[in-house]
Each structure stands twice: as C-alpha cells, then as structure tokens.
C-alpha cells in the first residue's frame, strides 16, 4: 500500500447527502471540496474529505447554514427535478469502508424512488387545541387486541383537526405526510410540525391550496410554511 | 428542453424562506438515519419486537472521546449545549427506538 492509499483510508469522509447518480465538479467557486464516492450499485455518497487530524466542521451557525446550502446545490446537480437525493444528518462522517458496508446493506433504491423529484414543505402549527367534545373510546372490534385499540385511540388523539382544512386542500398534492407533535413553552405555543412532500411540478398548486385553506383555519390557530427544503423529514433508508 | 426545465426548478430551491432557526432545526434533527429491526426471543419464541435507529457518525461525536471522557464529564454536565464532532473513529452507533411489540409465535 503507498503513503497515498494509506492516507486516504485513514481520511474520514463527511458526508451531505447520498445520490443516485455521480456528481461532478460541485466544488467550483466554493471553499468546500466536494467530491462522491460510489457506496453501491446505483448510490453515490457526496462530501468532504476530511484528513485523520484535521478539525471536523463544528456546528455553528454559519456552518449549518453552509451545510444546508451545499446540499441544495448537490440537489441541483444531481438533477434538479428529478432528483433523488437523501440528506445526511449534520455530523455523519465515516472512512470510505465503513461507508460502503453500512450503506451498501441498505434499500437504498426504495429511499431514492420515496423522494425523487419532491421536496418538503415544514408547516408549523401554533396555538390552542381546540376543546374536545367528551373523550370518545372506541369500541375495540372483533379481529382487534388491546394494543390496536390504544394505537386506534392514540392515532386520534395525535391528529390534528385544528388544520383540517389545509390537510383537506392540499391532499391530493402530497405524496407523503408526517407529523411531529410537540409542545413548546412559547406564545402561541407550537401544537405539531407537520412535513409535506411534494413532488416539484406540484409546488405551485401545493403552495396555492395552502394559502388559500390557512384563511378557513379557526382563528385560535396559525400557521407557518418554510420551503422548498431538500426532503430532510422523509430521508430514511432500511436494511 | 431539459435546460429550459432546470430553469424552472432553480429557484425554487433556491428560494427559501426560513430563519436560522428552521435551518437548525432541518439539518441537526433531520436527515437520513440508518435503521433495523431487532426480536428478541427465548427458544425459538419471538417475544418483543424492536426498532432500531442508527446514525452514522464518529464515536466520540455520540460517546465522547474515552481519553477525555472522564476530565469533561464534569464540564459535560454543567454545559449542556450540543457536541461538536470531534476527532473519531468509524463506529455505527446506535440508538433505541419506540420499542413495538410483535405478535408472539405459538
């Protein structure tokens, strides 16, 4: 093995984002090197090459926002509107080995086909919940054990009518919904972040519907939408 | 025809309206995560079903570096903001998931 290869596998890569196509000269006109390394049969992991002493990237503001930047621009190059680009976590840093066998043992084709060609749309909700009518059990049913009942009640419980208006609107535009319920301390408080895909073509109409249902909303609710985001909140690849 | 589409998406990544702290928010809580199923069992009886996340990431950025782990434990617990990743070597941490219970085999 030369000093070269021994070098280089001692180097660590810090990953952005895994492609399912190779991407090139990303690094023009930027401080940042990026360059791609192929992890599997159709996937491409593109970063920085970091040497086995240096500093890795801390997570400062102007660091997250460089990172945020970088992988919109590898989204960009990786096909704009047809994209399949899943981000990496800020932090994820490995040698190329490790790359190659971790990500190598997963579907990576379905985690590309679940994004290609979207985007996320974050819609934060805040406010009060609207007040409950009486706290209404479901009956469980035949075929149904304890657990599936609790799941039942927990699904309801976790729904969230206050933007049933917006979910009605943008329905058929989405492809794929998630929502992260949380409660905050702040005034309005935050009742639940709720992530859209949408694929590119479908923006504008997305974009559309929303500001037009925010005004059926009730009035103790408030949203706000930040976006395009490159499809963070749906970036999950399984064995 | 292809350029002219590439035109019409540009933007529209480019164009966003969020605050630092959405930025924050996406890149430090979100993005791809490896994960795995795990069943325990006794004798070939499945009993508890779990799903398992991992992120993929320097050791030390998750566990601490083992060489300091002791001399900053203290400094750890006082100041409790986000690590920063750190020199490190090639792990799969991971971390538990919402366990799921899974029908048992009889």
């Given amino acids: ?239 | 025809m292809v350029a002219r589409k590439h035109e019409q998406h540009e933007p529209m990544l480019e164009g966003i309206d969020a605050s630092l702290l959405d930025i924050v928010d996406h890149v430090l809580t979100k993005g791809i995560v490896i994960t795995g199923d795990l069943v325990l069992g006794v004798a070939d009886i499945d009993l508890v079903y779990l799903r398992l996340s991992a992120v993929l990431c320097a050791a030390d950025r998750v566990l601490g570096d083992s060489s300091r782990t002791r001399a900053s434990a203290k400094s750890r617990a006082r100041n409790k903001t986000a690590t920063a990743p750190t020199l490190g070597r090639d792990v799969i941490a991971s971390k538990m998931g919402a366990p799921r219970l899974r029908r048992v085999k009889r």
């Fill in chain 1, 1 to 239: 093995m030369t000093a070269r290869a021994r070098a280089r596998a001692r180097a660590r890569f810090y990953v952005f984002a895994i492609v399912d196509r190779r991407v090139d000269g990303l690094g023009r006109g930027m401080k940042s090197e990026l360059t791609s390394i192929r992890v599997g049969p159709h996937a491409y992991a593109v970063g920085e090459r970091f040497a086995e002493d240096a500093e890795l990237p801390k997570p400062t503001p102007a660091v997250v926002l460089k990172h945020d930047r970088l992988i919109r621009r590898i989204m960009r190059a990786a096909g704009g509107s047809s994209a399949a680009l899943l981000p990496a976590r800020f932090g994820m840093v490995a040698s190329d080995a490790a790359l190659k066998k971790t990500l190598g043992q997963l579907d990576l084709k379905a985690a590309f086909e679940r994004v290609r060609g979207c985007v996320q749309y974050t819609i934060r909700v805040h406010g009060k919940r609207t007040k409950k009518k009486k706290k209404k059990k479901h009956p469980p049913l035949a075929a149904e054990g304890p657990g599936a009942t609790w799941l039942r009640d927990r699904q309801a419980a976790t729904a969230l009518p206050e933007i049933e208006a917006l979910a009605t609107a943008t329905a058929v535009l989405v492809r794929e919904a998630s929502i992260d319920v949380r409660t905050t301390a702040t005034t309005p408080p935050l009742l639940a972040v709720v992530f859209h895909l949408v694929e590119q073509s479908k923006a504008r109409a997305w974009r559309s519907a929303v500001a037009k249902s925010t005004q059926l909303l009730p009035k103790t609710v408030s949203v706000s939408v930040t976006g395009p985001w490159p499809p963070y909140a749906f970036a999950e690849a399984t064995p």
